[in-house]
């Protein structure tokens, strides 16, 4: 279950990318982004109480992410389910490309498997409010094109935003994208992935630990199949309540 298909080229002028979304059944790029012109939520801090996750990964430390339930309600308490369940415990990340995401919660290991915590895949919801800006949390397709137990992490790094895998946003082109310019200026310093806003589950954020994300983003890895030469694993997910 990958996010897409890896394109072997270095360079995409807008209209190429266009094209690209319309080969995979998707609108216009400029029109797909038409509706994605609302307040970004990501960096809002948890408050005193409110549930996150808190991700242990064996060898490299704590991953800490704030939930958004509000505007992402069936994946926010998937995700909970199934943490509380010890779903993730002793799981890997099965695919980690370095300036993209790593992604993990398959209990096969090899990205064909895993379940939502209902037994079933349930509906894709992009909340508007939510853009795939590094750190940001989302549920990869299940191969039923929805949701179920798998899910990445952006990682790419402050300033470096994507208009494909490997591939270099520039200002000219993210200017031609229908965000407000809250969101572009975002995008240009935090870094991110806007290309896959509107076709993917966003429900977390990391608000800690991303030291720990670029970490695990640099490790070996098979160049066939993203998968670490030596597992990357979470030890537990804890879903805790935020005390400051």
């Not at 298909?5 to 998707?26: H, P, R």
Request: charged share 25%; aromatic share 12%.
């Amino acid at each position: 279950m990958k996010i897409f298909k890896k394109i072997a080229v270095v360079a995409l002028s807008l209209s190429m990318i266009t094209m690209m979304f319309s080969g995979c059944g998707k609108e216009d790029l400029l029109k797909e982004k038409a509706d994605q012109t609302v307040a970004p939520m990501n960096f809002t801090a948890p408050e005193i109480g409110e549930k996150i996750a808190v991700i242990k990964v064996k060898d490299f430390g704590e991953i800490k992410i704030k939930f958004f339930p509000e505007y992402a309600s069936k994946g926010v308490e998937n995700f909970i389910g199934l943490a509380e369940m010890d779903y993730y415990d002793e799981l890997i990340y099965h695919r980690v490309v370095q300036d993209f995401v790593i992604q993990g919660g398959d209990p096969r290991g090899d990205g064909a498997g895993g379940n939502s915590v209902w037994g079933q895949d349930f509906a894709v919801d992009a909340a508007p409010n939510l853009y795939h800006f590094s750190g940001a949390v989302a549920y990869a397709h299940a191969k039923g094109g929805g949701n179920g137990s798998q899910f990445y992490i952006v990682c790419t790094k402050e300033g470096e935003t994507y208009a494909n895998e490997g591939i270099p946003l520039t200002k000219e082109i993210i200017d031609q994208y229908k965000y407000t310019n809250e969101v572009k200026a975002l995008y240009m310093e935090k870094g991110g992935l806007p290309f896959l806003d509107g076709g993917y589950t966003v429900f977390g954020q990391v608000f800690e630990g991303m030291d720990v994300v670029y970490a695990i983003s640099e490790v070996k890895v098979d160049p066939q199949t993203s998968m670490p030469a030596k597992q990357v694993v979470i030890e537990s997910v804890e879903i805790v309540e935020y005390q400051g």
